[in-house]
């Protein structure tokens, strides 16, 4: 570690619980807003993950979303809009034993902060992202946002938005994230389980969260959570497992060459073993791709779950180990050596002339 | 090597050598050399290298010259020299540039090779300076560099005549090592160094026999009537070394790292002329150096904030139009209370402007360039050397106040050299830290009644959890708060704060008359150029006093008393008059701006001409 | 809805109304709705929404209250008013943020459904203010308005409970409408028109009756003793309709285009308080005008260069941290010289500051927050109705001198509304605009010899073309120059340039004498208190005077002799002095200032206070 | 066009030759860089592709190869940096007659600009791009930029640079860019038809320009451009062709489900009917990731060529529909109409009081 940071307390202490993950901050979201369950299923799942709270740390940019550091008993860093990333960069690459966790929103961190969630994916930090996705800015009241469906009636756009939206686990997917995730705020047990994957990855994770704003963009994606349509319009991922969704298990998806299609799995044509499998461990990515181009394709269920997830050396790590080696091969230099390296002279007592 | 026999000998304080080229060919290099050469020998120092922004400016070109200043003298000197006394030019484009700057009688060493027909119509010349009457008033000495050179190597037969004719700058250097009797050893040394690269060797030798026989040529030819000696200069006694103001600044802060026991991290973007900072940073991993190169300054300004959180010292560099960039992080980090650096390298704007020239036009910028009341101290550079003293004193306050600090060198500095006496290890200060570990009754915000600053509790501190934003915080518990008074208390606070940090500040030294009719006074890179002209003003009998601040904020307390006991004083300014609109604001006090924007330093004797205009 | 029998009326001039409650509930519609009613029956009024950062703050907190505030008056009023006369409070925290502003013997409704146990501790009341003495110094209505809504809504059996009780705002509305003889139609109207959308008709006819059952209480139950007439107030003649600052802004420059001929080009990014000027000229696609929600405020700023250069009128707003972004790219539009408007409706800082609150510290970040000498015109808007005038200006003076110029507005003006007294459309000048077309001796930066401007040449005319950019630029030609003297005389043009626009500035008009005592200096949002604070002190029989500026940068040029006709100047301004900066600089007056750093604008009162002190 | 701009000159011109697109500016790049050979070439190609000089404009940011607008004798701005999409969407909104070209480094384009191309690409403005990548920081003196590769030594890298690089076409493929191509600066016929090809495509297209920094990168792209190696190191793509390559057209590549191979096709294994063909519309973007992860793949040749070209909306022609339509269906309103929308009222000249 490079920081002389004061040492956890020593006694065993007792297990956490969600109460311990609960700030004493008001919460401050519209009542019914889909950021609640989210903030509660992390409240619960820290604990199982057994982390010290102490160790975490929460960095936001600006938005709704970007208010949740706030409510987690845990260090937080309520940041600037859409660099929540840049921030988490120079965190772990200093202080890399830290879990550094980056909550952000589909304006922040798609708008005005897409760079940033591009190169934090190439550099492979490990840190884990969680971008709320409600295609729609909820801070500012209600204009599109990036995810937003052309079309989109908003106050920016009260004629419809006619700018076509980013798909952010293909982005990230092209900025090499080693870890790729999808999630729904109504489903809070599979919630769980994405939150625990993705901080068992080691590496930048970005975990995407449907979430509801219920003011500015209610019901964005209560077809995948409704009762009645969930089941036909939602496909769980499971590695190694073939591509099987229906309320009755009755459709799949298999691949036409670079295609994939929805077949029926009960009219004869197809059966289990024509369809595609599930590989979390896609090298290139092209299969994450073809997962996460589901949502453009029309009668494709919405893929949940972990699209990606490879091993990938993280940039704290090699700077770690870089470090190392300099001080191990030149060791490490008194601050009068180091002042003298280089052409050095001296001006003697009383100088010649 | 030394040569026995000598032509008359004449000796000289004070000499200032230009060398002048199309940009690419080494010219920079024949500089560097020639006063590290002198350096070595005992000689005080300043260069001023100047080069365009383009990496190889077109050949031939006025707007593609390169050149490198050096004065060298046995006193002690504050600035690269006003006139050239010796200038080498390597072309007619070269001549026109630096012709300017020579002193009447000046020695001129030109490379007839470079007089083609073409260059003379690139340099916008209609009749060859060297054969009509315009090099008159200058000693000229007329030698076909290209030629000499080629035959000097054609020993090495594996060298194309391109590759051989490219060693001329050494030839040159040679030549000119004669002139002033400066031994040859160490150029030798750093050529041996600097060519031994895979597919470089074979370039070793014939650098050095260009050099060594421009030596001999010289002397042989007997080609200047005299040579010259400029004696080492009474430099107080120590070891030094040649540094430029940004190697002053990196060591100044790995100083700071040292001696506050903080890993330094560094986060930056590459920008001129402020890029070297993150070059040499980045070579000291060993000295658990942590170097990022971000996407951008936006991201660097967010990568220094996560780092001084999780207890760093954390520093970004960047120049005018990349500080422009960090400004709304940089609130961020007020906000958030924060100590770290922030270095500004400052260039010619607006805008890109002139990138690789230098201005002292962002002092508004680092003041008042944010949104909001955004207050943080700022301070200032003046020499290469001082650059060492102010990054280490910006990293002891940041870190003292919990504040963000603006360190503001230029161009000039940045790349400028002069000796550095190398400071005692030992008996710099320690700077102090003090991470928050007491879980009782801690708050984020719950100030030192003596700094002000809120406490520093690093993340994994068990029991210290707490957040910090960019929303307004409850005086105190650091929760948001929008109430008003609050909000009022706050900017006091974060105002105040920044106010105390004039505590830190030792009296500002008058050099000259306590009080009287005249005081220069002076910030950044235009300390060596007051100070030549107020000694040469005093020397004529004139009095003038004055005086160099390093801290723009806060001001000095005891600056209004000095500035209201002078009949009249004089601010010049690479600018339009930035400071003297905060002096004349705070104390009401007539202060006369003296302006250049020509992306170069003032002259002392431009100095000199304004005073006595006000006498 | 009239209803003849009235129980005593008394006459008032003036009245304040403050509406508070949770935030989402409605508050700030009923506020704009007894304003526009007020406004249609002819008052002259002020109107000040107050609202947390939050979408919808928690219900009960005190940091989760919104309130709206308005004046109304048959008078000429200029400001929202220091002390509230009637206060609707629908709940604890609605009232305890709100009542240290009512004065004694005030009118207080109170919703005594709100007072429950839980929100009374929300509220951090140890006991219930309305059982304890704590009210008696006001005159308490206790009305459960939430039963009551619910019981004239009960034929709506198609809502449920809480979309009934949703109600409760225009049934209190109802009650102060009543209590004012306001007339219901023209909220009737209202209430019709917003719910005419997908699966919100069913809101309109219980709307429609909560509105009227509330009218009809106030007047059946006898509830207050008296109701109150406030006549239309004497406005100078002519077609009026009610404005905020932002909808300001975009009237000027939507006239600003038709006036000029060029198409209006807007590239945002939403920020509070300036979202509104993206949304509203959204709207205006029929009148040819182009907005692009960007993906930053950098982006945006971008296009808008881009855009100007094309040859559209070309603006972008932000405030305080989506300026600060701008900056860098903004420099480039000084340097290139291009027209264009740059609206910062500012708010709290530093960083996120109090995003919903009002301030004015970005003044030195106008001025001086790029890197580089990079100056431009900075006007400043004063009322919602100034604000249509400044745009228009704005826009006149950046097509005039082909210069980037930064138009202040903040959040009071942005959102707070007054009657706005049409103008005559074709009484508007005429903003000429020459597109350089003459090939002959075209040079991309030859000057016009009186503004200083450069020709605007649009690309797509045959000959011209050209090539611009952020490296400093040849005088005349516009090639890339890096001549020293030449940077010195574009450095100056520049400033120049924005140095004439003084010329444009009519006489700065002292209200008061001429000379005296005490000036009160204002610019900005200021307006309205320190007139109203002058114009109390005059009655009172003190002599002052007062004057307000528009232009900040360059100041009138009669500004230094006014501030030296007078003993003091006082300049009241949100923020820790930074106009005060810059006069005190330029003219060398001890110009004091009057700071307020608390998110919302000056009461008269405190501007009275102050002159009194210095008196 | 919304601008009214003055008229072209009536009389039919001359056509156009490459010293009409030559500005009177020395340019003033080093000696041998590559991109003296892409502005030859672009001076070559536009008299070809017939515009006229004055509807043509460069916009770049900074950076070396940002100087290019100086040297074309059309109109130009030398923006800042990164920066050039964003000047570019704005005028191209305002200004659809023109013809815009954005001329952009790896740095300029990937590092501080990468959000900027992103979004320039998801609208879909009709602009040509040109990215010249050296895999170097040109201007400022040789720094590593996104897209050098791990390990790169540089005044800021000593050690090596430890990020791992961009793959500029996956991520303009994740943008959804309607329009991706690669050329070389050594190529100079095939760069011809490649900014032919880009500047016939409506919509965003991004043509990658390899280019060599013959100072502070030199020979970076030699493999794909000496004589030696080029044949197998490079694959020229063609729509609707078995993706072959080699000195003797001797090998080919093939699709083993999603993974593309390298085969040989002398050794009788497979033949050009197994190969994988182009298809250059590829409405999902899969088939152009696949080829794009090429240069990811050891042994792969690197293609050049176009990889996408569909049919998307311009965001431009959209915005220009918009505003028709809305002045159709609710006429241009005179001023003073506008100013007196809302409710207004009157105050008479004496009023009652
Ligand atoms: C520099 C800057 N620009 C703009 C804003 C205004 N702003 C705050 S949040 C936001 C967008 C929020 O959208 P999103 O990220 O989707 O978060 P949500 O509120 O929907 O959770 C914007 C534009 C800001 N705070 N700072
Ligand atoms: C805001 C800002 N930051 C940094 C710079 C310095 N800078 C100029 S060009 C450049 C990178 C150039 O690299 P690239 O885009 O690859 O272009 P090349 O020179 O290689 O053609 C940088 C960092 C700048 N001009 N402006
Ligand atoms: S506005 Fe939307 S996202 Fe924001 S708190 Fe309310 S419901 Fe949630
Ligand atoms: S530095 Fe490299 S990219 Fe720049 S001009 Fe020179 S060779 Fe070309
Ligand atoms: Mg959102
Ligand atoms: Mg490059």
Chains 1, 4 share one sequence.
């Not at chain 1, 409510?71 to 309520?78: A, L, P, Q």
């Not at chain 2, 031994?196 to 001999?216: D, T």
């Not at chain 2, 000696?229 to 107080?236: I, M, N, S």
């Amino acid at each position: 570690m490079a920081i002389d940071a004061p040492p956890a307390a020593a006694e065993a202490a007792p297990p956490l619980t969600r109460a311990d993950f609960e700030s004493d901050q008001i919460v401050r979201w519209c009542p019914g807003c889909g950021d609640y369950a989210i903030l509660a299923q992390m409240q619960r799942t820290l604990p199982e993950i057994g982390v010290a709270a102490h160790n975490v740390v929460f960095i936001s940019g600006i938005g709704c979303s970007s208010r949740f550091p706030y409510y987690m008993d845990t260090y937080g860093i309520h940041s600037v809009h859409g660099r929540a990333p840049a921030l988490a960069t120079g965190l772990k690459a200093s202080r890399p034993d830290l879990d550094v966790w980056v909550v952000t929103g589909d304006g922040d961190a798609l708008s005005i902060g897409g760079n940033h969630l591009l190169h934090i994916c190439r550099r492979n930090v490990d840190v884990n992202i969680l971008l709320f996705n409600n295609q729609i800015y909820g801070l500012t009241k209600g204009q599109y946002s990036p995810t937003s469906p052309i079309g989109t009636k908003s106050y920016s756009t009260p004629t419809g938005s006619i700018d076509a939206p980013f798909n952010p686990l293909r982005i990230a997917i092209a900025a090499n994230a080693s870890f790729i995730a999808r999630a729904i705020d109504r489903d809070l047990k599979h919630l769980s389980e994405m939150i625990k994957r993705a901080h068992a990855h080691r590496g930048t994770a970005l975990l995407e969260i449907y979430q509801d704003c219920i003011v500015f963009n209610k019901g964005a994606f209560a077809p995948l959570s409704d009762k009645a349509s969930k089941e036909d319009r939602v496909i769980y991922l499971h590695h190694g497992e073939p591509m099987i969704f229906g309320k009755t298990r009755d459709k799949g998806i298999r691949l036409d060459g670079l295609q994939p299609r929805v077949v029926s799995l009960t009219d004869g044509a197809y059966g289990t073993a024509d369809l595609l499998v599930h590989d979390e461990d896609d090298e290139h990515g092209t299969l994450a791709d073809i997962i996460a181009s589901f949502q453009e394709r029309e009668d494709f269920p919405r893929p949940l779950g972990v699209v990606r997830d490879v091993e990938r050396v993280c940039y704290e790590d090699v700077l770690e180990q870089r470090v190392a080696d300099a001080v191990e091969e030149r060791g490490e230099p008194s601050l009068q050596e180091l002042f003298e390296t280089g052409d050095t002279w001296e001006v003697p007592e009383h100088p010649a002339s | 090597m030394t040569i026995a026999t000598r032509k008359p000998v004449e000796e000289r304080t004070d000499v200032v050598i230009r060398f002048a080229d199309d940009s690419g060919t080494g010219m920079q290099v024949s500089g560097d050399q020639f006063a590290s050469a002198s350096a070595l020998f005992g000689n005080d120092l300043s260069t001023l290298p100047d080069f365009p922004a383009e990496i190889r400016a077109p050949a031939g070109t006025l707007a593609g010259i390169s050149s490198f200043q050096v004065r060298f003298s046995s006193e002690d000197i504050h600035t690269p020299g006003d006139d050239v006394d010796v200038l080498v030019a390597m072309n007619p484009a070269a001549l026109k540039v630096s012709l300017p700057l020579v002193r009447a009688n000046g020695i001129i060493l030109v490379n007839t090779a470079g007089f083609s027909a073409k260059n003379l119509r690139l340099a916008d010349y209609d009749t060859n300076p060297l054969d009509d009457s315009s090099l008159d008033r200058y000693q000229v000495f007329k030698v076909d560099l290209v030629e000499l050179t080629k035959s000097a190597l054609k020993e090495f037969t594996d060298l194309s005549a391109r590759e051989a004719e490219r060693a001329k700058n050494m030839f040159a250097l040679g030549m000119v090592f004669w002139l002033f009797h400066r031994p040859l050893e160490h150029t030798i040394e750093w050529i041996s160094a600097y060519f031994n690269r895979p597919g470089r060797e074979k370039f070793i030798e014939p650098n050095i026999a260009a050099l060594k026989s421009g030596y001999v040529y010289a002397e042989a030819t007997e080609l200047f009537a005299t040579s010259y000696e400029v004696k080492p200069a009474p430099l107080r006694p120590g070891t030094y070394r040649n540094i430029n103001g940004n190697s002053g600044l990196v060591m100044g802060l790995i100083a700071a790292s040292k001696k506050s026991g903080l890993p330094l991290f560094f986060a930056g973007y590459p920008i001129t002329p402020a890029s070297q900072i993150l070059h040499e940073l980045s070579q000291y991993r060993h000295c658990r150096v942590r170097t990022v190169q971000c996407e951008d300054e936006i991201a660097a300004m967010g990568a220094t904030i996560g780092a001084a959180y999780g207890g760093s010292l954390s520093v970004t560099a960047s120049s005018g139009p990349g500080i422009a960039l960090k400004q709304e992080a940089l609130s961020l980090a007020i906000s958030m209370e924060l100590p770290l650096v922030v270095c500004n390298v400052q260039r010619g704007g607006p805008s890109t402007g002139l990138p690789t020239k230098t201005e002292q036009s962002d002092l508004f910028q680092a003041i008042c360039g944010r949104h909001g009341e955004s207050p943080l101290p700022v301070l200032a550079t003046s020499r290469p050397g001082d650059c060492f003293d102010v990054a280490f004193m910006a990293a002891r306050i940041a870190i003292k106040y919990m504040t963000p600090v603006i360190v503001l060198s230029d161009g000039y500095l940045g790349n400028g050299t002069e000796p550095w006496r190398i400071p005692e290890a030992d008996e710099l200060d320690a700077i102090p830290v003090k991470f928050h570990t007491e879980v009782e009754g801690f708050e984020a915000f719950r100030r030192d009644p003596e700094t002000l600053a809120r406490p520093w509790a690093l993340p994994g501190t068990p029991g210290l959890e707490h957040r910090v934003g960019g929303l307004e915080k409850a005086d105190g518990s650091g929760n948001v708060s929008y109430d008003p008074i609050n909000h009022e208390v706050m900017t006091h606070h974060r105002a105040d704060k920044v106010a105390r940090v004039a505590t830190e500040i030792p009296p500002t030294e008058v050099h000259g008359p306590d009080e009287g009719d005249v005081l220069i006074l002076g910030w950044g890179g235009t300390y060596g150029s007051i100070r030549a002209a107020a000694e040469r003003l005093s020397a004529a009998g004139h009095t003038v006093s004055r005086a160099h601040i390093r801290w723009l904020n806060p001001l000095p307390s005891d600056l209004e008393d000095i500035l209201k006991r002078f009949k009249r004083v004089l601010l010049p300014e690479l600018n339009l008059g930035q400071l003297s609109t905060f002096l004349r604001s705070r104390y009401l006090v007539d202060v006369q701006s003296l302006n250049k924007m020509q992306g170069k330093p003032f002259t002392s004797g431009e100095i000199e001409d304004a005073v006595r205009n006000l006498l």
